[in-house]
């Protein structure tokens, strides 16, 4: 049981609600090592074929609970920020690595590290009502969690810096304009289109995803003949799934897959 994050298990998808709905989720130190536990046992349950992550009430999260900082004296805030830091960073990677595809499901706030834990996701889903931003700059700080390589690699590196220097919040709607989510739905719909595409995912071909988002990672930083060589010895892994079998076997039956995600 954890104290500030729900965990709900349903049909192959595990849904995970941080859960501090009276700061707007905003994420102490109890809270990040919830997410990282969870997370990393996530990553070796091969009955979660599908994540979720989310936020309880008016939010999807407002970055790093800055009440800490009041009671931090100044001439401890360097070491207080790199503590907050190794641990949103251990979080993050283990997001990007998690051999499932994650959904984040993204409504009102979404700030600061919030956000960039959002953009680690795989698939954004965004509210018409969401307010999106960089927030770090308004309080004199520097985007952490990763958001200066998300931003920039998600929207190219003019837009990722004005929403870095402007720090201004974008709705849901302008979100999905310029590529920050895939996809933009009324409030009201929010909850079923996620359940839906969470569902869809979790009854698909579970390793082979996990290989698609290696393979994809991976070619961020290569070169087309490294990323050449890769997806070769990535093919050689799925075409050993039993999922690959029977997605052909399902083709030439003229009938739907059937994926065990093995
Ligand atoms: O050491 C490190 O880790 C450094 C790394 C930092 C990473 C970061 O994430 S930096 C960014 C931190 N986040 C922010 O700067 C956002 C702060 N919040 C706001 O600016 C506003 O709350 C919002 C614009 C997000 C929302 O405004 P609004 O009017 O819709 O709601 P509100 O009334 O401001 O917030 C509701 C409550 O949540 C309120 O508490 P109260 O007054 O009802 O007792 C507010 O104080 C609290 N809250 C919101 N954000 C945070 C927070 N409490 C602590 N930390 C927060 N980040």
Known sequence: DFQHVLVRRESGVLTIVMNRPQVLNAINDLM????????????????????????AGRA???????????????????????????????????IQQLPQPVIAAIHGVAT?????????????????????SEAFARIGLVPDGGGAYFLTRLLGSAKALELALLAEEISGVEAERIGLVNKCVPLS???KAVSALARRLAAGPTRTYGLIKQLFHASQDQDLVAVLQLEGEFQSRAVKTADHREGVQAFLQKRPPRYSGK
């Open 189 to 191: 719909e929010l909850e």
């Open 60 to 94: 999807f999260g407002a970055g790093q609970d800055l009440s800490v900082f009041a009671s931090t004296p100044a001439d401890e805030y360097g070491s207080a920020v790199r503590e907050h830091l190794q641990a949103y960073h251990r979080l993050i990677m283990g």
């Open 112 to 132: 600061g590290v919030s956000l960039n834990i959002a953009l680690a996701c795989d698939l954004r889903i965004a509210a018409g009502d969401a307010r999106i």
């Open 32 to 55: 990040v090592q919830e997410l990282i536990e969870i997370v990393e046992e996530t990553a070796r349950d091969g009955e979660i074929r599908c994540v979720v992550l989310t936020g």
